[in-house]
């Protein structure tokens, strides 16, 4: 069964920085473009970041670019969310997301609690 298993998030300060991971198994990793969403509390999920499968076309929504940085490590499995300059604004239940090449399938995490104070 194919599991999205999340780690990190927290609580931090305006200006703070976290670390998310998400550790795929069950699924051939590089068969897959993946991401993150949020979903701020009273508000739609939405789209964060996005990197291929081959490690080498990244995407960000304009509040994340120059922030966040998104990246993946094929041999382990594993994708990253490092979220630096953190706001208030940030605050919002993250999801790991997986789409297979070609496919309609995808996956997500089971989210993770990020809390940033003012």
């Known amino acids: 069964q194919v599991q999205l298993l999340q780690s990190g998030g927290g609580f931090v300060q305006a200006g703070g920085s976290l670390l998310l991971s998400c550790e795929a198994s069950?699924?051939?990793?590089?068969?897959?473009?993946m991401g993150w969403f949020r979903q701020g509390p009273g508000k739609e999920r939405e789209f964060v970041a996005a990197i291929t499968w081959s490690n080498k076309n990244t995407y960000y929504e304009d509040y994340a670019r120059g922030r966040f940085t998104i990246s993946r490590d094929n041999a382990k499995n594993t994708i990253y969310l490092q979220m630096n300059s953190q706001r208030p604004e940030d605050t919002a239940v993250y999801y790991c997301?997986?789409?297979?090449?070609?496919?309609?399938?995808?996956?997500w995490g089971q989210g993770a609690q990020v809390t940033v104070s003012s």
């Open positions: 069950a699924l051939t990793f590089t068969d897959y473009n």
């Open positions: 997301h997986g789409r297979e090449l070609g496919t309609w399938n995808e996956y």
